[in-house]
């Protein structure tokens, strides 16, 4: 199985502030790697998909980049609405694996 | 608009068998585009893929479950099912069915979800 790492597993920052977050693949994953947004007590919500391309609806400051087994999701300026946990999971081959998660929240 | 939408007890007791039906609608189980996936979190923790079924019949489970899931596929009332066997404490989570989007290898996500619904495992 392919297992996915996540830093941090939390942090704090101020809405207009730049946030990254981290994804690893314990293997090559090549750019099958999606990230997701749930927010307490919803639905998991789908962001980006192979690495890289913004699922319909999501705004722009949202971007996603790597390839391989290093992966970043980055928030340009966090709004209000962006605190939640963020989910990478990997495609590129079964068991479908996520990421532990990282927990956005609000300074 | 696809709807997803989850049904069955809320409530199982240790040893039985969970049972989930996924119900699609606003767009057709028997797309070439997609396979049909059942997805878990337990309270206050990570994702968990379960397994995915094809319109066709075709499925594959996660290692983890191997053993004592299936899932399948009523392509005439666009649904799709999840068995759980042998459950214990452990199986109690939010269960989601979702879409995975495969017409392109590269883009292959959970692009669709129901809106999950919570299976406790008690005697």
């Known amino acids: 199985d392919i297992q996915m790492t996540q830093s941090p597993s939390s942090l704090s920052a101020s809405v207009g502030d730049r946030v990254t977050i981290t994804c690893r693949a314990s293997q090559s994953i090549s750019s099958y790697l999606n990230w997701y947004q749930q927010k307490p007590g919803k639905v998991p919500k789908p962001l980006i998909y192979t690495a890289s391309s913004l699922q319909s609806g999501v705004p722009s400051r949202f971007s996603g980049s790597g390839s391989g087994t290093d992966f970043t999701l980055t928030i340009s300026s966090l709004q209000p609405e962006d605190f939640a946990t963020y989910y990478c999971?990997?495609?590129?081959?079964?068991?479908?694996?996520f990421g532990p998660g990282t927990r956005v929240e609000i300074k | 608009q696809l709807q997803l939408q989850e049904s069955g007890p809320g409530l199982v007791r240790p040893s039985e068998t969970l049972s989930l039906t996924c119900t699609v609608s606003g767009g057709s189980i028997s797309s070439h585009s997609y396979f049909w996936s059942w997805i878990r979190q337990p309270p206050g923790k990570g994702l968990e893929w379960i397994g995915s079924?094809?319109?066709?019949?075709?499925?594959y489970y996660s290692p983890s479950f191997k053993s004592r899931v299936t899932i399948s596929v009523d392509t005439s009332k666009n649904q799709f099912s999840l068995k759980l066997n042998s459950v214990t404490a452990a199986d109690t989570a939010v269960y989601y069915c979702a879409r995975r989007w495969i017409a392109v290898a590269e883009e292959d996500h959970f692009d669709s979800w129901g809106q999950g619904t919570l299976v406790t495992v008690s005697p």
């Open positions: 999971q990997q495609s590129h081959s079964p068991p479908f694996t």
């Open positions: 079924v094809y319109y066709t019949g075709n499925t």
